[in-house]
């Protein structure tokens, strides 16, 4: 489907609406208009009746009301299903422009290699001749001088001479066509000039066509938009039917009270006239008893005469109990009619709540699935651009602390771009703004941080080198965030999180195929000397100075792998294997007291899951790598109070994390030569910075008043960090050999 723009601002569909509605009539037949007026009106359009009573015109009505609102629909599916298309077609673009742009650099580096080849063989070329000629020049001089003692010799000379001539034009004729190939040289290196600003042009296209699928994005957000405010009205025109549905409820109510009240009254009136028909009759008895005692007994005649006035009496009475009696059932009758009309107005409001139900939930439906492709999008952009993705936490205030600035300290931007990712720090009466790729206030629970993390876990089944570390001054919750609150199941961290996903995923998997083999491995990084935590040797995990530091060398080969010489890996099969793992290496970790934390942990804490899969039916095999880590606090020595061995431990971590932040501003300046090597933390991290590895940082700040200053310094170095480009991860998928296929079995 092909939009049309027209001069109103309205958007027209080139499908016929008699198309999409076959069966919903004629009448609305032609191309489609639909504005944001119109979805609105249609809405909020209230069905009117002529006649309260007539159904069939009532049905009319709803159906062709029904039918609009499909009409609507159906543009609105048109309409994604456009967007959907242009978005594919934007990304197949990018893609296949990417990957020439890639082939063109693998090009451009094949005559770079040559070049330099050639201009290194002239250089060699050159410096021998210049030696040559260096030492020619000596040997003239030594055969002028000779020629000055030893007149006698003046032939010889001469001869030499003119071999020396000779030599001299051919060593010239050399330099010349050295010249030659340096002019070739330098007019190859200005034809790579030129293929180098055309590929520049190339990439400003390539960003032209990404700043148009911003542009859609944009576009796709403002649609949200309009679909919340539509979601808002609904709610509103529900809320208003709930009320009208408790109204009609009490009303009813009301019915049957007065219903109830007229049938017990009705009973009561039907045993009252029961009761005097019995007396009427007694009465009865008791007159013709007496009559027949009249004709032998004339002395009772003023009795009789006194039974018959009562008898009167209690018919006038039964006559007006009859008469309340068939009141009280005309009364029965009216509220019976009301109850049936209430009842049919209750049946009709809650059908007109299932079906505002139903739009309601199909339109959070579609604001979900929106959310989730705006998801997708950035993350597919985040990856195309190569940049580290930075998630910042602020952790809840605590017990004791104090929670009456805290809004003026840290507020959240509620505009729709800055929405759950941007944050602003108050420091000193003035206003600090950062912008991450995902933003969690205190109230933020675990399964919401690993919801967002959810994808990159896959990544790494996926055969992708996946890398999460955590930033922060310490007590702002890093090792909450990875690790979680141990005996409490919902305050689980990252990483037994991750180990649960990747399980569950491995098992479901079996059925297409697929055998995973996971190996885990733990180690610190303290007062830069690593630590295995898995080993079983308590001596070797505690020596500061015993170990060499030899022994747990890193490497780094020719695919980016990591190793860590002698370090222990241990297969695992079920995350309650890796959990014990986890508690032995919490236990080997070094921890101390500081001003900050009274278990403040004096280490990086580096967990690496290396997962290697097999697929029987297509012989593939993926390699791919999930390291979690958990670094040291970052505060400065002034904040920590650190003196004795914490003053060698803070000044460890501030060195490995000062040599973070020189790794990752050369990174950000695009320089030549990356420090790496400056600690064993980075070296570490080589491959997850290196542009490899799918890398995300959550820089962890606390809301206190007195920890402004540091939160700050954490935003700012994390603010930093998302700026680096590290490049595109490519997936390691490789033909398993054939006894590793034989081992699996």
Same mark, same amino acid.
């Given at each position: 489907?092909?939009?049309?723009?027209?001069?109103?601002?309205?958007?027209?569909?080139?499908?016929?609406?008699?198309?999409?509605?076959?069966?919903?009539?004629?009448?609305?037949?032609?191309? /489609?208009?639909?504005?944001?007026?119109?979805?609105?009106?249609?809405?909020?359009?209230?069905?009117?009746?002529?006649?309260?009573?007539?159904?069939?015109?009532?049905?009319?009505?709803?159906?062709?009301? /029904?039918?609009?609102?499909?009409?609507?629909?159906?543009?609105?599916?048109?309409?994604?299903?456009?967007?959907?298309?242009?978005?594919?077609?934007?990304?197949?673009?990018?893609?296949?422009?990417?990957?020439?742009?890639?082939?063109?650099?693998?090009?451009?580096?094949?005559?770079?290699?040559?070049?330099?080849?050639?201009?290194?063989?002239?250089?060699?070329?050159?410096?021998?001749?210049?030696?040559?000629?260096?030492?020619?020049?000596?040997?003239?001089?030594?055969?002028?001088?000779?020629?000055?003692?030893?007149?006698?010799?003046?032939?010889?000379?001469?001869?030499?001479?003119?071999?020396?001539?000779?030599?001299?034009?051919?060593?010239?004729?050399?330099?010349?066509?050295?010249?030659?190939?340096?002019?070739?040289?330098?007019?190859?290196?200005?034809?790579?000039?030129?293929?180098? =600003? #055309?590929?520049?042009?190339?990439?400003?296209?390539?960003?032209?066509?990404?700043?148009?699928?911003?542009?859609?994005?944009?576009?796709?957000?403002?649609?949200?938009?309009?679909?919340?405010?539509?979601?808002?009205?609904?709610?509103?025109?529900?809320?208003?039917?709930?009320? &009208?549905?408790?109204?009609?409820? %009490?009303?009813?109510?009301?019915?049957?009270?007065?219903?109830?009240?007229?049938?017990?009254?009705?009973?009561?009136?039907?045993?009252?006239?029961?009761?005097?028909?019995?007396?009427?009759?007694?009465?009865?008895?008791?007159?013709?008893?007496?009559?027949?005692?009249?004709?032998?007994?004339?002395?009772?005649?003023?009795?009789?005469?006194?039974?018959?006035?009562?008898?009167?009496?209690? !018919?006038?009475?039964?006559?007006?109990?009859?008469?309340?009696?068939?009141?009280?059932?005309?009364?029965?009758?009216?509220?019976?009619?009301?109850?049936?009309?209430?009842?049919?107005?209750?049946?009709?409001?809650?059908?007109?709540?299932?079906?505002?139900?139903?739009?309601?939930?199909?339109?959070?439906?579609?604001?979900?699935?929106?959310?989730?492709?705006?998801?997708?999008?950035?993350?597919?952009? &985040?990856?195309?651009?190569?940049?580290?993705?930075?998630?910042?936490?602020?952790?809840?205030?605590?017990?004791?602390?104090?929670?009456?600035?805290?809004?003026?300290?840290?507020?959240?931007?509620?505009?729709?771009?800055?929405?759950?990712?941007?944050?602003?720090?108050?420091?000193?009466?003035? #206003?600090?703004?950062?912008?991450?790729?995902?933003?969690?206030?205190?109230?933020?629970?675990?399964?919401?941080?690993?919801?967002?993390?959810?994808?990159?876990?896959?990544? *790494?089944?996926?055969?992708?080198?996946?890398?999460?570390?955590?930033?922060?001054?310490?007590?702002?919750?890093?090792?909450?965030?990875?690790?979680?609150?141990?005996?409490?199941?919902?305050?689980?961290?990252?990483?037994?999180?991750?180990?649960?996903?990747?399980?569950?995923?491995?098992?479901?998997?079996?059925?297409?195929?697929?055998?995973?083999?996971?190996?885990?491995?733990?180690?610190?990084?303290?007062?830069?000397?690593?630590?295995?935590?898995? =080993?079983? !040797?308590?001596?070797?995990?505690?020596?500061?100075?015993?170990?060499?530091?030899?022994?747990?060398?890193?490497?780094?080969?020719?695919?980016?792998?990591?190793?860590?010489?002698?370090?222990?890996?241990?297969?695992?099969?079920?995350?309650?294997? %890796?959990?014990?793992?986890?508690?032995?290496? *919490?236990?080997?970790?070094?921890?101390?007291?500081?001003?900050?934390?009274?278990?403040?942990?004096?280490?990086?804490?580096?967990?690496?899951?290396?997962?290697?899969?097999?697929?029987? =039916?297509?012989?593939? &095999?993926?390699?791919? /790598?999930?390291?979690?880590?958990?670094?040291?606090?970052?505060?400065?020595?002034?904040?920590?109070?650190?003196?004795?061995?914490?003053?060698?431990?803070?000044?460890?971590?501030?060195?490995?994390?000062?040599?973070?932040?020189?790794?990752?501003?050369?990174?950000?300046?695009?320089?030549?030569?990356?420090?790496?090597?400056?600690?064993?933390?980075?070296?570490?991290?080589?491959?997850?910075?290196?542009?490899?590895?799918?890398?995300?940082?959550?820089?962890?700040?606390?809301?206190?008043? =007195?920890?402004?200053?540091?939160?700050?310094?954490?935003?700012?170095?994390?603010?930093?960090?998302?700026?680096?480009?590290?490049?595109?991860?490519?997936?390691?998928?490789?033909?398993?050999?054939?006894?590793?296929?034989?081992?699996?079995?």
């Amino acid at each position: 489907m092909v939009g049309e723009m027209t001069n109103n601002g309205r958007i027209r569909p080139s499908f016929p609406v008699k198309d999409l509605t076959s069966n919903e009539g004629s009448e609305y037949g032609g191309p /489609v208009e639909f504005t944001r007026e119109d979805v609105e009106t249609l809405l909020h359009e209230r069905i009117k009746y002529k006649s309260k009573y007539n159904y069939k015109e009532r049905c009319e009505n709803t159906m062709d009301y /029904v039918k609009r609102l499909r009409l609507c629909i159906r543009w609105f599916q048109e309409l994604e299903l456009d967007y959907a298309f242009e978005q594919e077609k934007l990304k197949n673009a990018m893609e296949m422009n990417e990957k020439h742009c890639a082939d063109l650099e693998v090009n451009l580096k094949v005559k770079e290699e040559e070049l330099n080849m050639v201009i290194d063989e002239l250089r060699k070329n050159f410096a021998s001749v210049q030696v040559q000629l260096a030492k020619e020049q000596t040997e003239k001089l030594a055969a002028n001088e000779s020629l000055g003692k030893e007149r006698e010799a003046r032939l010889a000379v001469e001869s030499l001479q003119a071999a020396l001539t000779e030599e001299l034009a051919k060593t010239q004729g050399e330099l010349q066509i050295a010249n030659q190939r340096i002019q070739a040289v330098n007019d190859m290196y200005k034809l790579l000039q030129e293929y180098n =600003s #055309s590929l520049q042009l190339y990439n400003s296209k390539l960003q032209g066509d990404l700043d148009e699928a911003h542009e859609s994005i944009k576009r796709g957000e403002k649609e949200r938009t309009g679909i919340v405010e539509s979601i808002g009205n609904l709610k509103g025109q529900f809320k208003a039917l709930q009320d &009208q549905l408790a109204a009609s409820k %009490v009303s009813q109510d009301d019915v049957m009270k007065q219903k109830d009240e007229l049938v017990n009254e009705i009973v009561s009136l039907k045993v009252e006239i029961q009761q005097v028909k019995d007396d009427r009759d007694r009465h009865i008895t008791e007159i013709e008893t007496l009559q027949a005692e009249a004709t032998k007994q004339n002395d009772f005649k003023d009795t009789i005469n006194e039974l018959e006035s009562k008898c009167s009496v209690q !018919n006038k009475e039964i006559q007006e109990l009859q008469d309340q009696l068939v009141a009280s059932e005309r009364k029965l009758q009216v509220a019976d009619l009301s109850t049936f009309e209430k009842m049919n107005e209750f049946e009709e409001q809650k059908e007109s709540i299932m079906e505002l139900k139903g739009r309601l939930e199909e339109a959070e439906l579609k604001l979900i699935e929106g959310e989730k492709l705006r998801k997708k999008l950035h993350n597919t952009i &985040q990856e195309l651009k190569g940049n580290i993705r930075v998630f910042c936490r602020v952790r809840p205030l605590l017990s004791g602390e104090n929670s009456s600035e805290e809004a003026k300290t840290i507020s959240y931007p509620t505009s729709l771009e800055a929405l759950g990712r941007g944050i602003d720090l108050m420091q000193n009466g003035q #206003s600090h703004c950062f912008t991450f790729d995902k933003v969690f206030v205190p109230s933020a629970s675990q399964e919401d941080v690993f919801v967002e993390i959810s994808q990159l876990v896959q990544s *790494a089944l996926d055969g992708y080198k996946v890398c999460i570390f955590a930033y922060g001054q310490t007590g702002s919750g890093k090792t909450y965030t990875m690790m979680g609150r141990p005996g409490n199941p919902d305050e689980k961290g990252l990483i037994p999180r991750c180990l649960e996903q990747i399980f569950q995923t491995r098992q479901s998997l079996r059925s297409q195929g697929w055998k995973y083999e996971l190996q885990v491995s733990m180690l610190e990084i303290y007062n830069e000397t690593i630590r295995d935590l898995l =080993s079983t !040797n308590k001596e070797t995990v505690r020596a500061d100075n015993g170990v060499s530091p030899q022994k747990y060398a890193i490497k780094h080969d020719a695919s980016g792998n990591t190793h860590v010489v002698e370090l222990t890996v241990v297969d695992v099969r079920s995350s309650k294997q %890796v959990s014990f793992l986890l508690d032995h290496a *919490a236990r080997n970790r070094s921890v101390g007291k500081t001003a900050m934390n009274e278990q403040s942990s004096r280490s990086h804490f580096v967990f690496t899951l290396k997962i290697s899969g097999f697929n029987e =039916s297509t012989e593939q &095999q993926v390699q791919g /790598v999930l390291n979690l880590i958990d670094l040291a606090g970052s505060e400065r020595l002034s904040k920590s109070g650190s003196t004795g061995d914490r003053l060698k431990e803070t000044q460890a971590i501030n060195k490995s994390l000062s040599s973070l932040g020189d790794v990752i501003f050369a990174l950000a300046k695009k320089e030549d030569h990356v420090p790496f090597r400056n600690s064993k933390l980075t070296y570490l991290l080589q491959p997850c910075l290196g542009g490899d590895s799918k890398t995300l940082m959550f820089v962890n700040i606390t809301p206190e008043p =007195s920890s402004t200053g540091e939160s700050l310094c954490s935003l700012r170095f994390a603010a930093r960090v998302n700026a680096c480009e590290i490049g595109t991860a490519h997936r390691h998928v490789n033909a398993r050999p054939l006894d590793y296929r034989l081992s699996l079995g």
